[in-house]
């Protein structure tokens, strides 16, 4: 039976409920259930006109179709829905990782989307693994399209950001400040004399950890009365090793005296390095060179290069647990944020004091 003399007041408002069911949405639109589910099959019972008004609904309250609801009786998936940036990136397989760990012996399995750093993939994937209702889903960052938000907010499961700390956090995140992060190895880099720092980072915003770094990297040198600092964008996120060696080479062509060059990931200071021995410069007597993720390729390479550590494996395990406890408890803990740890790794890179050369 259609509702169309329902008062409107009494129809669902974006924002009122944080799971939406198919009934409600055809409160909103003003029409049965059945007339709902007929437009998501494409049935030629429902007009054109119908069918749009109860998909703007959709679009416009984060509903998302249940494929599950009509062949699972326990209303239970089985699995955790973790989306990475990319797959052949070591920190976010590390993250992989410790998720899997986390959830072992659990009866919960891990399914994994790869969002190439692109908003508008994350939304399709997130709409795509919310029809499969998962017990709960793990992102990576805290920047996501309108309607991925909705959807996220209105899916009634836990819900764990990661990597970064966002602003208005959705329900809980397990990260560090990208930021902060950077700033502490400008200061630190600071400390052992270097004073004209170079930045190699991503031409877009895709990578919004990537510009956070970048941020903390100007905001520093500034307030250590070293700015502005010569930065260099070079190549769409995530930057190769190869980009890394054709940014270093732009660099020095601008600024030929810098002193010490700062990277947004291990992988594009691998190959500023390995670009500055093919040119015959020494690192770090020529230039020094630092990255940011300790990739186990910064720790075997010659030299050994200079980073931020930020524990991926503990992010990825922190952040299941955290959905465990959610899912234990049947309580989820809105804008509950866990604090990951960072550190400096000093090596040879940066360390002009007897340390070996490339």
Same mark, same amino acid.
């Given at each position: 039976m259609k509702n169309e003399d329902e008062p409107k007041d009494k129809r669902l408002k974006p924002g009122d409920v944080?799971?939406?069911?198919?009934?409600? &949405? =055809?409160?909103?639109?003003? &029409?049965?259930?059945?007339?709902?589910? $007929? =437009?998501? $099959?494409?049935?030629?019972?429902?007009? %054109?006109?119908?069918?749009?008004? !109860?998909? +703007?609904?959709?679009? =416009?309250?984060?509903? &998302?179709?249940?494929?599950?609801?009509?062949?699972?009786?326990?209303? $239970?998936?089985?699995?955790i829905a973790a989306l990475v940036p990319s797959i052949n990136n070591s920190n976010f397989s590390d993250t992989a990782r410790g998720m899997t760990d986390a959830l072992q012996n659990t009866g919960?399995?891990?399914?994994?989307?790869?969002?190439?750093?692109?908003?508008?993939? +994350?939304?399709?994937? !997130? %709409?795509?693994?919310? $029809?499969?209702?998962?017990?709960? !889903? !793990?992102?990576?960052?805290?920047?996501?399209? =309108?309607?991925? /938000? /909705?959807?996220?907010?209105?899916?009634?499961?836990?819900?764990?950001?990661?990597?970064?700390?966002? +602003?208005?956090?959705?329900?809980?995140v397990v990260g560090f400040s990208n930021s902060e992060a950077m700033a502490l190895l400008v200061r630190t880099l600071a400390g052992q004399g270097y004073r004209k720092f170079g930045y190699i980072g991503g031409t877009t915003a895709r990578d919004t950890r990537g510009s956070q770094r970048r941020s903390g990297f100007q905001k520093t040198v500034e307030e250590l009365g070293l700015g502005p600092g010569r930065m260099i964008s070079f190549g769409v996120p995530p930057i190769t090793m190869e980009q890394g060696g054709q940014a270093i080479v732009s660099l020095l062509e601008r600024w030929p005296d810098t002193e010490v060059v700062l990277c947004v990931s291990d992988l594009s200071a691998f190959g500023a390095i390995m670009e500055c021995t093919r040119r015959g410069m020494k690192v770090p007597r020529d230039i020094a060179v630092a990255g940011f993720g300790d990739y186990e390729i910064s720790s075997i390479c010659h030299p050994r290069i200079t980073t931020i550590n930020v524990d991926c494996y503990g992010i990825g395990r922190q952040a299941a647990a955290r959905l465990l406890d959610t899912l234990h408890t049947g309580e989820a803990t809105g804008d509950e944020i866990t604090l990951t740890g960072y550190k400096v790794v000093l090596r040879e890179s940066t360390d002009r004091n007897g340390a070996p050369t490339a």
């Open positions: 944080q799971k939406l069911t198919m009934a409600e &949405v =055809a409160k909103y639109v003003g &029409v049965s259930a059945m007339t709902v589910s $007929r =437009a998501f $099959r494409q049935d030629a019972s429902v007009s %054109e006109e119908t069918r749009k008004r !109860i998909m +703007e609904a959709v679009d =416009a309250l984060g509903y &998302v179709l249940d494929l599950s609801a009509g062949s699972l009786s326990s209303r $239970r998936s089985g699995f919960l399995q891990l399914l994994l989307g790869y969002t190439d750093y692109s908003a508008e993939k +994350e939304e399709e994937l !997130i %709409e795509a693994m919310l $029809r499969r209702r998962p017990e709960g !889903i !793990i992102l990576t960052g805290g920047s996501h399209t =309108a309607r991925a /938000r /909705r959807m996220l907010v209105k899916a009634g499961i836990p819900v764990v950001e990661t990597w970064e700390l966002p +602003e208005d956090p959705i329900n809980q």
